[in-house]
C-alpha cells in the first residue's frame, strides 16, 4: 500500500512508461492483484479457509475501496487525474485475486476426492 501511495504521490511528468496500448491499466491490474493477494492471505486462515466466498468478496470490496482512495489522492498530484478506467482495473486486480484465490480452493477439494 505504501509502493501504491508513494507511486501515486509522483507528479504526472516524473516518470514515462512504455509505449504500449493501456499499459497503465495492465500495470494497475498486476499491482492491485498483488495487493489483493497480500490482504486476502493476511486474513484469519480459519476465516479465509470456513467462509471463501465472504474473504474473495472482502478482497475484491478491499481493493475497490484503496482504488478510490487512490485515485482521489492522484487528483490532488500535479500532473495527475482521477480516471475511472483506473479504478476498473484495480477493483479487476482484486477480482483476479479472488479468482485465484477460490480456484486454489477447488483445487485442493478436486485433488482430495479425485
Partial sequence: MAAIFYQSHQPGDSFTLPQVVHIDKLLHLLVYTVLGL??????????????P???????VV?????GVSDEA????????????AD????????????????????????RRTG
Avoid at 73 to 84: M, N, Y
Fill in 38 to 51: 497480500a490482504f486476502l492471505y493476511a486474513l484469519p486462515p480459519r476465516w479465509r479457509q470456513r467462509r
Fill in 53 to 59: 466466498l465472504m474473504a474473495a468478496a472482502t478482497t
Fill in 62 to 66: 478491499f481493493c475497490f475501496l484503496f
Fill in 73 to 84: 489522492h492522484q487528483s490532488f498530484v500535479p500532473g495527475r487525474f482521477a480516471d475511472p
Fill in 87 to 110: 479504478l476498473v482495473a484495480d477493483t479487476g486486480g482484486g477480482l483476479l485475486a479472488a479468482l485465484f484465490h477460490l480456484g486454489q480452493r477447488w483445487w485442493q477439494t478436486y
